[in-house]
């Protein structure tokens, strides 16, 4: 499937980088009345964490449904979830997919969380995240244009719950990232 022209100008771009810190305040939805960081994920090009038979997201494999899929599940946010339903006013509002090498980390996706569904789709389907659904069940991965921009200072552990950074609204990362942070 090919990509989007416009998509492909925002990768020939130079300039348009942003950092965790900028996930973190940039984004939101204001028209949700909200501005509450982001819930950054990694995601595999395949290997030792695949499970047999999923499909995955990879330089020749970037079928909207497996990238959907690839942002959406398995992640190890448990401790995150029980967090967010004592205080629930921090759930972050985005989910945003990375990959790539460290100096060559990009946005793959970029979902609106849905705050609404989040704790039910996770007692229903354990490791997965809620996004917002079109009345048709679609889903747009652009959401506020960030697919494709390069993100500096992105770095996950080797470790399943490494995978993934939260970095709230004041651009603090609170949870993940290479070292496992815990909120603990």
Known sequence: MPVAEELWKRVLQKGKEIDLAELGTRV???ERGRRQGA????LHYGGSFSDPGRPKFGPGHID????????VKY???GGLIEYWREHPEEIPDRLIGLAGPVRQ???VSSLPIDTERLFDRWEANRGEVAVVEAADGS???DYLGLRFCQVKDARFG???QCFFIWVDRDG????????????T
């Open 139 to 141: 889903v747009d991965l």
């Open 105 to 107: 980390r990009f946005v």
């Open 28 to 30: 939101g939805a204001p």
């Open 158 to 160: 080797n470790l399943p």
């Open 172 to 183: 603090q990362e609170r949870a993940g990232g290479r070292e496992g942070k815990s909120l």
């Open 64 to 71: 909207p449904t497996t990238i959907l899929d690839n942002t």
């Open 75 to 77: 992640w190890q946010i």
């Open 39 to 42: 819930l950054v994920v990694r």
